[in-house]
């Protein structure tokens, strides 16, 4: 442990109350270094969802503080701007960069236009001068999530400027060519080749920043992680106060994370109305952001389909900690069908219940998931051997025990947030010797 205290800075496109796994891993990272003494600041955005970052809020809500301090944390949130035509001209920005990447230009034609208009991605009020101050004053940079290549950007530009190390988490998704394309712009490629230390969430991922002609030697792959409860507190198998609440009948599949294509919401729902169809009584229940897009295609779907989905469909949108974790013991198992995870954090939370789990075989998933172990693998996007996974849990009892047994005991193994904490405090202080 570092006996100097260190000030870090983070910068992330948005922090809790926004729900996702870059926010827990940081909020994890973030009171744990506090804890040990040292000076922690986040800037942010002052997006509660998604969806804030191109449409504006609703004049009824609560505006986020720009500054406040959490448990010893101290979070600077950058208000969004809203250039009109809001909230087209984010859409129309974004395709204009992925449209240069794909179009075959030279990365010298590339670069300097890529840059221009990350910095519209996400427009933000004051974030040059918040650069500057925060930047000069913290003795590291660590800067999350690349998708977001303005903020990215321009926190390893500000590093770079001040002489600061910078260390860099892109949370790179390896879905088709569309989804790389949010993470392998020239520009984003460059801050990751100037980087001092680069971390990856799975050896895949790792792989894939190789590629961009990176040194192996500054790349480190950094795993999410849970927290294990108590000693003596074992969560219940089941939930039956919950199932009651939402009214869950048959066999319940749980769903956690943004309800869309890409993250397989999509499919899940195709493959349930299935085996509904074939005379299986399963129940979907969905908690996570993007409930209206996984809405508008259930009401998009076939007749027969739907009509099969009837009373079958729980969404739940954005929920609490407490909430999931009672959704999570409440199921019969957790389908992750994603092509968009660099990980799966959701897959260790569905194991600290000893729930059997399904995962597309895509991205980091496969590293996490041992098919026959601790959970099935299936194609993305194909929803009859999706269906005939979750047949084979929800039917052979003994399969899903032994899956989820498995899955526990390997999570509390390898994958706590503690662990992930003393690979980064190594990483932490690598950089700062070597700066």
């Known amino acids: 442990m570092m006996k100097k205290r260190i000030h870090y800075l983070f910068v992330i496109p948005a922090y809790v109350p926004f729900a996702g796994g ?36 609703g004049k009824d809500e609560c505006p986020l503080p720009r500054e406040e301090t959490l448990e010893g944390v101290q979070v600077k949130r950058l208000p969004l701007a809203y250039p009109p035509p ?48 925060l930047v000069s004053q913290a003795d590291l940079v660590h800067a999350v999530d690349s998708s977001w290549d303005g903020l990215f950007t321009s926190a390893a530009n500000a590093a770079h400027r001040y002489g600061k190390p910078f260390v860099a988490q892109p949370l790179m998704h390896l879905g088709d060519a569309r989804v790389r394309a949010h993470f392998q712009m020239v520009h984003q490629v460059d801050t990751y080749r100037h980087a001092d ?19 192996q030697e500054r790349i480190y792959i950094l795993p999410m992680g849970i927290d294990p409860p108590p000693l003596g507190a074992e969560h219940a198998p089941s939930d039956a106060r919950f199932r009651q609440e939402h009214t ?11 309800n869309t294509y890409d993250k397989g919401a999509f499919t899940l729902a195709r493959a349930v109305a299935r085996l509904n ?113 979750i047949r084979k849990l929800v039917t052979d009892h003994g399969l899903a025990a032994r899956l989820g047994a498995a899955g526990r005991q390997r999570t509390l193994k390898h994958y706590t ?19």
């Open 197 to 215: 230390a680069l971390l990856a969430l799975s050896a895949k991922e790792a792989e894939a920043l190789a590629r961009l002609a990176i040194p």
């Open 248 to 258: 869950l009948q048959g066999y319940v599949v749980a769903f956690l994370g943004a």
């Open 86 to 133: 809001a909230p087209y001209l984010f859409g129309i920005l974004r395709r204009a960069s992925h449209g240069l990447h794909g179009s075959g230009l030279s990365p010298r034609l590339q670069r300097p236009l890529l840059r221009r208009l990350s910095g519209w991605m996400p427009p933000l009020k004051g974030g040059g001068a918040a650069f500057r101050r």
């Open 22 to 57: 870059a926010q827990t891993f940081l909020q994890s990272m973030a009171q744990r270094l506090v804890d040990d003494g040292h000076r922690v600041t986040i800037l942010t955005t002052n997006a509660r969802r998604m969806q804030d970052f191109w449409r504006p809020p």
């Open 277 to 389: 169809q074939e005379g299986e009584e399963v129940t979907l229940v969905c908690a996570g952001p993007a409930r209206e897009e996984l809405i508008a295609y259930l009401q998009g779907m076939p007749a027969q389909e739907r009509d099969a989905l009837r009373d079958r469909v729980r969404l739940l949108g954005l929920v609490d900690e407490g909430t999931k974790h009672r959704m999570l013991a409440a199921c019969d198992l957790l389908a992750l069908p994603s092509q968009v995870d660099a990980f799966g954090i959701v897959l260790l939370e569905a194991w600290l219940h000893a729930k059997p789990v399904i995962g597309a075989d895509a991205g980091g998933i496969p590293e996490l998931v041992t098919p026959g172990e601790t959970g099935l693998l299936v194609p993305f996007g194909d929803v009859q051997a999706l269906a005939s996974a």
């Open 417 to 435: 947030w503690e662990r992930t904490y003393r690979q980064l405090l190594g990483v932490y202080e690598s950089v700062l010797r070597s700066a």
